[in-house]
């Protein structure tokens, strides 16, 4: 896990909304596009980002991806957070 990328990933209001949205229920893609105003590229893209930071991950079925969150980065970065709010060494900058 690389805490800049997920600190690049939640930095977007759309992408913790999405994240937000994802801890009631897993999503398709089409059901999260559902919820916002902006275009399904747009969500895609921001699915993408989420995705690489290891923050989401998708199943495939048949023609649509199916999100998850990645409960075990978010662990690892409460872990990494709560460390650094003890003052005890963490990850290197």
Known sequence: MSLDAVYKAMAD?????????????????????????????????????????????GEREGTSITYHLNLTVFEELVTTLMALWKGEPGEPP
């Open 13 to 57: 209001p759309t992408r913790r909304r999405i994240l937000e949205l994802l801890r009631e229920r897993p999503l398709t893609a089409g059901e999260v596009a559902d919820r916002f105003v902006l275009g399904k590229p747009t969500i895609s893209h921001h699915l993408a980002r989420l995705a690489e930071a290891d923050l989401v991950y």
